[in-house]
């Protein structure tokens, strides 16, 4: 099977030689939520995570959770964030993270084809077991999904394989037990779960949760492909940085990872 955008995007950086940079933005947060994925993209990050908001969002912590209520409060719907893609060349593959309630809801083909048409290459729904994953795994395939596995630093070695196997675009190896959010030092499970993913599969393995500066990045990074970074940049968009404020901050990871 060929590799879809988001996974050409992150091989693409792997194959020369780089660290991966995966980039989480809020949708819906302010009026220039899109301007700031292009701020994003153009600071350096191989891809972008659309967060689609949420009122339960269960693997996120404060300051996700307080995007999240921010952007409800603004009206975000998960149409409305799909309309706002939809043509908006952001300057980046993109995938979206929510929960499986509003898939769901949808339905789970209107929701795949409904990714599709909005531009969007692939889709992180962190709440999804993969024992029941089977029907959103069908719909993504037929729709030309990549759907993006998370592995947890609990997860036992016999599951890492399953997991990898239906996984698309990259294997999203969970940091630390708990939710996100900005630690002040990374964990040692952010290290050990990308150095058990990387013997099992060939899809590039990035790193997220707990990940908040440049040189924890660049330590997580170093036993997997790259990172997933979250809360510090969504905190920097809740504290009205603006898009400038936001690439300058990505700018800082992109730089720390490619001096390595």
Known sequence: MSAGPFEAALRARRDAGGKCLVVYVTGGLGDDWLDTARAVAAAGADAIEIGVPFSDPVMDGPTIQAANDLALAAGA????????????????????????????????????????????????LPDLPLEEAG????????????????????????????????????????????????????AASAVEIATRLKPVTDLPVLVGVG?????????????????????????????????????????????ALDAG
């Open 77 to 124: 719907t998960p149409t409305g964030i799909l309309d706002a893609l939809r043509g908006a060349d952001v300057g980046a593959p993109l995938a979206v993270m929510t929960y499986y309630n509003i898939a769901f809801r949808m339905g789970l083909e209107r929701f795949a084809e409904s990714l599709v048409a909005a531009g969007v290459s692939g889709c992180i």
């Open 135 to 186: 029907p959103w795994l069908e719909a993504a395939g037929v729709a030309g999904v990549e759907p993006i596995l998370l592995a947890a630093p609990t997860a036992p070695d016999e599951r890492l394989p399953e997991i990898c196997a239906v996984s698309r675009g990259f294997v999203y190896g969970v940091g630390l037990l708990g939710v996100t959010g900005v630690r002040s030092e990374l």
């Open 211 to 255: 990940i908040g500066t440049p040189e924890q990045a660049v330590e997580a990074s170093a036993h997997g492909d790259g990172v997933i970074v979250g809360s510090a940049v969504v905190q920097r968009m809740v504290d009205g940085a603006g898009p400038e404020g936001v690439g300058e901050l990505v700018a800082s990871f992109r730089a």
